[in-house]
């Protein structure tokens, strides 16, 4: 999350410079790329915490399902807006570079996070919400 | 039937209404803030006017997608930078629907004298604008032309002037308003004074002629659609149906229908394929599905240029009834000339078809075309290419000029000029702004410029330009550079009546000065002159004795800074005083502007299109103020047709006005 947040930072510097690299015209493309980048990446870091904070209302979640979903988080973390950074590198007018590939990627890997942290949440709750766990 | 409503239930009270308002009380903010964006979201909603769709509109042309042509629009997402720098240009703006922002032009009540006689008087009904006048396109009896209101529709250009087009009622029919407006001068004039044509002989101001004949060149892929030919019945008989893909010079103009390649550039993988194309010859295949003009050849790339920067007809009514139905059939690519006729008067003056052409229009040639064939009008610079020895001598075709020798219809990202500069200054490329355009392939001059030049490496008499494409072409109140790359000559100002570049710098020294320096530095054959051209500088020469066309060239040299600086100031006032009476209103418009950019004029005070009692009233004020200026002594050289007192030789100059070709001259700019 620091990176992104630097990223961020960067981007911000790029402004105030007025570099031509990130904001003229036929950088429209790239410009889209790191922002995307950057917006991906600081919010995928709050994800990781959210994820963190809820792991006490997921008992259910044993440690090697907190691990698959960690790891997908991290690779969505890194994929996601790390293919967006990597697809502004270069680009092709309204293309961006072959960096791109790994975001669809890393966009699978947090669907798959998110697919499992909803699993686990349900199996916690469902004792609750039918009553069935009776002592 | 309306069903009536019971009594209102008593509201419940006590304890059970108190927790209500208490679970609603921690919501509140939220509540209020969905409802004041819900408020401030249907405002939005009901203050939006939607705009009328374009197919619902009947009195004007129309854009549609047909024929493969998808609009500028669709290139946008794929092309930012391209689409960015042709947004900001004028091509883009060369036709335009008249909307409160594209119209630059004041309409709050304002009055045009003079317009067939009669003041137009133009207003503005909420987003629409309206003119009324006395009919342009009536063709009976002049004192009987109509009063007409009509609604504003359509503008053509968006550089220099703004030509209005107002709904003519019938179809889609158009007609061009009888007064238009200066965007520098910010001042509305009669149409007519804004081309240079013979005072007193109206210009054709005739209904449908947008549809008809602009169409060609202000829009992409336009169609007149005209169920019988122009003009061969009455207007109003006619069924008018004109369309066209895009108002404007949009992208389709120059890279021909872009349906197929959007469609099959929607496949990602295509696209990558060719972005990673890496050929070893260093030439990329490029994409089959649209033309790409910089990778034709020079003749191929001109000539997209040349559909429209030329002097062109249709080679019979079976074309033009074929483009009326379908549009002109030329795409880029194409060879030009297996579908229209492009006038070079240089080789085909004697061709049947010029022939043909000038049987049905005299002026055919000479209202565009100097005598020797070299094109004298702006917007026709293909002709000019066309007679170019470095291109129709060139052997081989990366030593070929081109349009894009010197022109870039994109600006390139190491361009640090704004699109607007870029656009202002003729989409030139920076490498061709100086003698580098030449040195393209003239490599070796590099080294020998005072030689070959003989002036100074910094003088202006130096530069390329100025010598080889001297400013010899009228149009738009203006005169642009000879876009026939030739050589000075005193020949051709003495024979044909176009002033030579040498003496368009050194207004102040005569024909024959120019005619032994260039017979001196290369060998020139210096042509029989007269005793005018050996004894009056060239400035007032032309400046008297001309026809309309050089006395424009002239007076517009008059305020050009290098000529200014080479041939001095201060002997030009009693000239340009005199043609801000000049017949022609272009001819006043020009030595009024050329005026104030000399010394101690710039806040002169003048109204080409004034009553000519008051233009001759400034005239004389500023002879008299001249003649009580010291300064106005500073050059008495006789050939500035001046005694050596210094005042003017009132008998000479009367006698080369008398002398002057006063023959019609109407330039077809």
Sequence with gaps: MLGFLLLGLGLELLHGFKVGVYLDVQNETRRLMWTLAHAHGALLGLVHIAFALSLPSLPSLD?????????????????????????????????????IVLAPIGGTSLLIAVFLAARASGSAETPRGTGGRRD | MTARRGPRPEPPSGPARETSADGLRPHLPILLLLCASGALGLTAVLSFAPAVPESQITNRPIEVDADGYVSSEACQACHPAEYESWHGSFHRTMTQVATPDTVRADFDAVRVEDTHGEPMVLSRQGDEFWAEFNDPGWEGAADARPRIKRQVVMITGSHHQNIYWYATGHDRGLNILPAAYLLSEQQWVPRSAVVLHPPGQSLAMLDGHWNAICIACHTTQGKTAFDTPYRSEPFGSQTIDTTVAEFGIGCESCHGPGQAHVEANRNPLRRYGFHLDQPQDGERTGDPTIVLPTRLDPQRSSQVCGQCHSVWEFYDQADERIANAAGLPYRPGDELRDTRFVAQPTVDRTSPAMTAFIETDPDFVRGSFWPDGMIRVSGREYNGLLDSPCFSQATHPDRTLSCFSCHEMHKPGEDTRSV????????????????QACLQCHEPMADQVTAHTRHGADSTGSRCYNCHMPYTSY??????????????SATESVTLGRPNACNLCHLDKTVAWTADRLDDWYGTPAPALDDDDRRVAAGPLWLLRGDAGLRAITAQAMGWSPAQGTSGTSWMTPYLAEALGDPYEAVRFIAARSLRSLPGYATLSYDFVAPEAERTDIAVRLMQAWRADPRSRQRREPELLVDRDGLPRIDTMRRLFDQRDRRGLFLRE
């Design chain 2, 420 to 435: 607007a500069d870029w656009a202002d200054t003729h989409q030139v490329s920076t490498d061709a702004q100086g003698d």
């Design chain 2, 475 to 488: 149009g738009l109140l203006k005169t642009i550079r000879s876009h026939t790359v030739s050589s000075p």
């Design chain 1, 63 to 99: 440690a090697l399902g907190r691990a698959r979903i960690s790891w997908c988080l991290i690779g969505a973390t890194v994929l996601l807006p790390g293919g967006f950074f990597a697809g502004g590198l270069r680009v092709y007018g309204g293309d961006p570079g072959l960096g």
